[in-house]
């Protein structure tokens, strides 16, 4: 099945995570924690923190040429860039322009798009569009976040929970029968309030108060994002997989936005996929919001848990409110 002239894939990843690790023990020492609650109220063990020099380009940067190794492109035959992020850079340029120069895409287009923990299954499904039309051969897709510049480290409720990475995807066009079968997005922005930041946009701009007022931090209402997510998640895996024409038992690979173990078991539990068709990584990253799903989908085609044949279900939620998913014929085998 092929939604437009062409069968469009993903036919590369490659990921990156920044040296530096905080386990639940260091966030013992900075707020009134335990690991013991942090392991059963999210899976999260320990998260990668990027370097005080590293942004979100840089992090994009590495992974993006990984991908296009995997893929076997040089970055001149790229025709598109696309980074998802809420943690870019800087405001403006893009930080896909960042990456477009760090890489040498001189051909390529390039810009950001933000759907939160959404934003790479967004920015996925936007590249499988151009390629099904026609319109472009090559495009590099990433998530990228540095959620430590956004963490309030003296918030318990949130510190625990952040991670930083990148992970990218080269989607080109593929042999029919093969790429992706559907997609699927989502949003509803009356829950925008129960997750976001405050400042440093144009309603209110950076300011001494802001500052002072801690408005440049993530704020959540946890619980109510976690009702949420396990609704949405459950969902829109449904409706991908339906779109797909295909049976839920027929899945081979669920790879689910990585934010909390109990939201992933519950869908799970709702779907009725057995875990271990699951790929799991949070407890190495905490949830490293648009980055999650690539890396992960990185770390699950690189250890041939996804094969040749395989239908995968990818599938996120996050801040907007936002939901994406799709199901992908899977079309290469890992380099
Ligand atoms: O990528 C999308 C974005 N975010 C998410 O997906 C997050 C979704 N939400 C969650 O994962 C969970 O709601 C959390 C992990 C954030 C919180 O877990 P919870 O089971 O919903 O806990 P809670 O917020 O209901 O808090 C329970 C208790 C509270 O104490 P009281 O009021 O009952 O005395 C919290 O103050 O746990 C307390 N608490 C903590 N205790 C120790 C909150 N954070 C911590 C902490 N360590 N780090």
Known sequence: MKAGLFSSGIIGTGSFVPAQIITNQDLEKIVDTTSEWIVARTGIHQRRIADINQAASDLSTIAAKRALESAGLE??????????????????????????????????????????CSGFLYALNVANQFIAAGFYKNILVIGAECLSRITN????????????????????????????????????????????????GSRLPASLETVEKELHYVSMDGS?????????????????IKAAGIKKEEIDFLVPHQANI???DGAAKRLNISLDKIYVNLHKYGNMSAASIPVALDEAVRSEKIKKGDYVCMVGFGGGLTWASNVIKWAVRAK
Request: hydrophobic share 45%; with cysteine.
């Open 75 to 116: 970055a001149d035959e790229l025709d598109l860039i696309i980074v998802a992020t809420i943690t870019p850079d800087m405001h403006f340029p893009s930080t896909a322009c960042i990456v477009q120069n760090n890489i040498g895409a001189a051909k390529a287009a390039a810009f950001d798009l933000e759907a939160a």
């Open 153 to 200: 480290w003296k918030d318990r409720r949130t510190c625990i929970l952040f991670g930083d990475g990148a992970g990218a995807a080269v989607v080109s066009r593929v042999d029919d029968g093969y790429g992706f079968l559907s997609q699927y997005l989502g949003a509803d922005g009356s829950g925008g309030s129960s997750l976001n930041m405050k400042a440093g």
């Open 224 to 240: 109510e994002v976690f009702k949420f997510a396990v609704r949405i998640m459950t969902s829109a895996a449904e409706q991908a």
């Open 262 to 264: 109990r939201i992933i």
